[in-house]
């Protein structure tokens, strides 16, 4: 995936403002070179947003990666080196960075998940609790993690909640509703047995079994006998996902894929001045 050139340069407007008054200290015809680490164990993602940076700076920035997105790294290990123009290396250190540690926490966290159900047949799915104005770079961190996106908004298919049946009517209203207007998939999310055996009747493609405990989740994928696909969604964690997964339900679905992160520890140093 390649990011939209116009959203790093807002990210650079935001952090540049009307100029690097510090950078701005060093001779405009200086070179120099500069290493990326990490400080702790990762999965690697978000290289793409992190050259856009610097391309947008300055087109006299090389930068060598010496792994790729998707791939796992030890601490201390050397993510890439770059060598240019040192007011471009310089200015576009904590944007480059910042983008880069969000992204690979959120593919770290994904494999830690993917990691967890591996072997059960079930698939791990992001939810739209994403960063504002990374949306579609999470999700790619998330696939790069060994997840699978959801939806990517409300435009891409119909999750019909609470507060929609209520407005409907019934589940089955709201879902002939959703039928009659859009060829998209449809889901719906229920609360308790006798909700879902109202959505079974209603013949969505989807359930999502919300915050169901693990006896109910047996008894739903019995009751289900393959007709629908169904999600399990609502506390759920690492030391509870495999369970929930041996359940025998299809997905399920994790907020914290994209809004619970901590961001990986990275660091830039400026190996050498040149000039």
Not at 85 to 90: D, E, G, I, V
Request: aromatic share 4%; net charge negative.
């Amino acid at each position: 995936m390649q990011p939209n050139p116009a959203e790093i340069d807002r990210y650079l407007a935001e952090d540049i403002g009307a100029g690097d008054l510090t950078a701005n200290i060093i001779p405009e015809q200086i070179q120099a070179s500069a290493t990326v680490v990490t400080r702790e164990g990762m999965v690697l993602c978000g290289t793409a947003w992190f050259d856009t940076v610097f391309e947008r700076l300055s087109p006299q920035v090389a930068i060598e990666w010496q792994c790729g997105d998707g791939d796992w790294l030890a601490a201390e290990a050397v993510l890439c080196r770059l060598s240019g123009p040192a007011r471009a290396l310089l200015t576009g250190e904590r944007t480059a960075l910042n983008l880069l540690q969000t992204l690979s926490a959120t593919a770290s966290v994904a494999r830690e998940y993917a990691n967890a159900v591996a072997g059960t047949g079930c698939k791990v799915l992001d939810t739209r609790k994403t960063l504002p104005g990374l949306r579609l770079a999470q999700k790619y961190a998330v696939k790069c993690g060994g997840c699978f996106n959801h939806r990517i908004g409300l435009f891409d298919a119909v999750l019909i909640k609470e507060n929609h049946i209520l407005a409907a009517g019934s589940i089955a209203d709201a879902v002939r509703a959703a039928r009659s207007r859009a060829s998209v998939p449809v889901e719906v999310e229920v609360e308790n047995l006798e909700e879902f055996e109202q959505a079974l009747a209603a013949k969505p493609d989807r359930v999502m079994l919300d915050n169901f405990s693990r006896a109910d989740l047996v008894k739903a994928v019995g009751l289900n006998r393959g007709r629908v696909e169904l999600e399990a969604s609502g506390n759920i964690t690492l030391d509870n996902i495999r369970s929930i997964a041996e359940t025998g339900v299809d997905f399920i679905s994790i907020g914290a894929l994209t809004k619970n992160i901590k961001a990986v520890d990275l660091s830039m140093r400026i190996d050498m001045r040149i000039g």
